[in-house]
């Protein structure tokens, strides 16, 4: 310790600062808040090495969930490590009305114009969509019989066999709405009354003694249809194609899915909105990016011209493929937003029940 | 009475209690009782739906009955260890240690790979003739308990083997002399001995299991709901209130229980360290 001097220490500690300007002046970095694993790695090679040899702007992906609780927590220290964030449409919802996202340029992040006005919102894009649909073991179905509507997934006479659900009050409400006989377009104003939402968990009762599991994470339907655990569950489109893939016999049923939008939006107080801004615009405004993502995980964008670039086998496993998106709903964010604390404290009480 | 220079040497781990586990929590306690304005209102609502009190008490009843196996079949293992000779304990040890290697989630998937309907005990069952279809063991109250008690186990026998080695021999074997059975002998002077580190081992698998949200959630039933799995749906719904509120009434009703428990078998607990003094 004798050569270690106060002065030494002194010196050392005084030129510290100097490094750390030095460093933040010349690097540009963008931290993307998403939700890791393969995902991330597509997003990696796709977008994030081809961003920075075109811009040099460093892309560092970091693998969140439960993203709410950590913005909150952001906006209350007034300090967003997080520049851009991908956000499920109760989160973007929930940001939206607690406004935690800047106003987005969208003469930088689409100056094409090639984004439909409805994947252009004022603080946030559709970045890709998922949907919620009906997986089937078609080994495990009657002879000769697929289901094509929810109402077959109430039919338990009919279609025989272990069930699952997702244990979600959101989406569970409106597929029971529709097994009952509500058209998908009208869900949303069957369920802003009283009277809707009691139907809903009615139609719900009726379920309730067939469903052997009530799924929370999305990688549970995948395995449990996997192992045979159940025949019928809901899941997420992608890890179907991705299941049936990989072997197992396995069917996707659109009618009456649940579609998603995934968003994209830039964290308010952020030092950097244009790049975030180049960024969204790298990412959600390249009809051929877009068409190779989609290609890769199944999420597609909504970008024009996507599906020209896309090969026709791929296409039609995707949510919004023109033969799939017809038949489906559109997940109301601000709907759940507003009402989820209320309808999730009843679907808690109703499923103890 | 410590000296000074004794105490100072608490300091950093003071410290870093203090910024990185007090600070937080008495954030999370304030959000409770402040958002928005000063009120009570989230006590309120976890008192007035039933659904939040029986999701406690269901807690409450998990954690002691997984804490209770946990003692029935750790503390025989234990006792079985510091029975053999002191060169082979370490490996029995180890093999105890193993699991807790392993993380929660790979332990817990490893149970539905055992549990589930094509799984091995019900491939088993049926390859011998004895059921004709699958049982249902997955997604039932069963299986949460077996798997939390499988994830919990080592705790309880390191807690009890760790008491047993400090309880003098020749206590036990004075008591022989003096013409006490060898049940006698374990009743009278090596079970009260070793009280001290089966109602720690209980206490701690008592806490740990109030905690617990993953397992329930992937192996149990509509119905195997914890106050931890509450918690972390309301912490995703971004109330922080209500979850604060829930975190709060965990840690004081454990704090209480326990409390309780150490008040009652305080007149029962001898520690070795107290008999050889």
Not at chain 1, 198 to 227: C, N, T, Y
Not at chain 1, 241 to 251: F, S
Not at chain 2, 19 to 36: D, K, R, S
Request: hydrophobic content about 50%.
């Amino acid at each position: 310790m004798k050569g270690l001097t106060r002065r030494s220490l002194l010196a050392a500690t005084a030129t510290l600062p100097l490094f750390a300007v030095a460093a933040t002046a010349q690097s540009s970095e963008l931290t993307y808040a998403g939700s890791g694993g393969g995902l991330a790695q597509v997003m990696d090679i796709l977008f994030d090495k081809p961003f920075e040899a075109e811009t040099g702007i460093r892309i560092r992906a970091i693998a969140t969930t439960d993203r709410i609780s950590a913005m909150r927590a952001m906006m209350q220290a007034g300090n967003p490590i997080w520049d851009v964030a991908e956000l499920t449409p109760v989160e973007y919802a929930t940001a939206s009305i607690e406004g935690w996202l800047e106003p987005i340029d969208w003469s930088v992040a689409d100056p094409d114009n090639l984004l439909p006005e409805e994947a252009k919102l004022e603080d946030a894009g559709v970045a890709a969509t998922f949907s919620t649909i009906l997986a089937q073991r078609t080994d495990m179905l009657p002879e000769g019989q697929q289901m094509a509507s929810w109402a077959d997934f109430w039919d338990v006479e009919a279609f025989p066999g272990p069930r699952a659900l997702q244990d979600s009050v959101m989406e569970n409400l409106e597929f029971a709405l529709i097994a009952d006989g509500v058209s998908p377009r009208e869900v949303y104003n069957v369920l802003s009354t009283e009277e809707g939402v009691d139907r809903a968990f009615d139609k719900l009762d009726e379920i309730k003694p067939h469903v052997a599991a009530w799924w929370s994470a999305g990688a549970q339907p995948v395995q449990m249809l996997a192992d045979g655990e159940v025949a019928f569950t809901t899941a997420w489109n992608g890890r179907i194609t991705q299941l049936r893939q990989d072997g197992i016999p396995v069917e996707t049923m659109w009618n009456g899915g649940a579609l998603k939008p995934s968003y994209v939006g830039i964290l308010k107080g952020t030092q950097h909105k244009t790049e975030a801004e180049q960024y969204i615009h790298f990412m959600i405004g390249d009809p051929e990016r877009s068409a190779e993502f989609a290609a890769m995980v199944a999420y597609p964008g909504m970008v024009q011209g996507l599906y020209d670039h896309l090969d026709p086998e791929v296409g039609r496993e995707l949510p919004t493929h023109p033969d799939n998106m017809a038949s489906q709903f559109v997940v109301d964010a601000v709907f759940w937003a507003r009402n989820m604390d209320a309808l999730q404290e009843r679907w808690q009480e109703w499923l103890l029940d | 009475m410590m000296r000074f220079g004794e105490r100072l040497t608490l300091l950093p781990a003071a410290l870093l209690v203090l910024a990185m586990f007090a600070v937080p929590v008495a954030f999370v306690f304030a959000e409770a009782i402040f958002t928005p304005g000063f009120s009570l209102a989230h006590f309120d609502r976890f008192f007035s739906r039933p659904v939040y009190l029986s999701v406690y008490l269901n807690t409450l009843v998990v954690s002691a009955v997984v804490a209770s196996i946990c003692l029935v079949i750790g503390y025989p293992m234990a006792l079985f260890i510091v029975s053999q000779p002191p060169a082979r304990r370490p490996l029995l040890l180890f093999l105890v240690l193993v699991p807790l290697w392993m993380s929660i989630l790979v332990r817990t998937y490893a149970w539905m790979v055992v549990l589930g309907r094509e799984g091995i005990i019900n491939g088993a069952l049926q390859w011998a003739g004895l059921t004709d279809g699958p049982l249902t063991l997955m997604f039932t109250t069963g299986a949460v308990f077996v798997a939390m008690v499988q994830i919990l186990l080592p705790i309880m026998v390191i807690t009890c083997y760790s008491i047993m080695t400090e309880i003098d021999p020749t206590l036990v074997r004075a008591a022989r002399i003096c013409g006490a059975s060898g049940l006698a002998a374990f009743r009278k002077v090596f079970l009260p001995l070793s009280m001290e580190g089966a109602i720690t081992g209980w206490s701690v698998i008592f806490i740990l299991s109030m905690g617990f949200f993953i397992v329930p959630a992937l192996v149990g039933g509509r119905r195997d709901v914890l106050l931890g799995n509450m918690i972390v749906n309301q912490v995703g719904q971004a109330n922080w209130g209500f979850a604060g509120a829930l975190a709060i009434i965990l840690l004081v009703s454990t704090i209480v229980l326990l409390g309780l428990v150490r008040l009652v078998m305080g007149r029962f607990v001898y520690s070795p360290r107290e008999a050889q003094a």
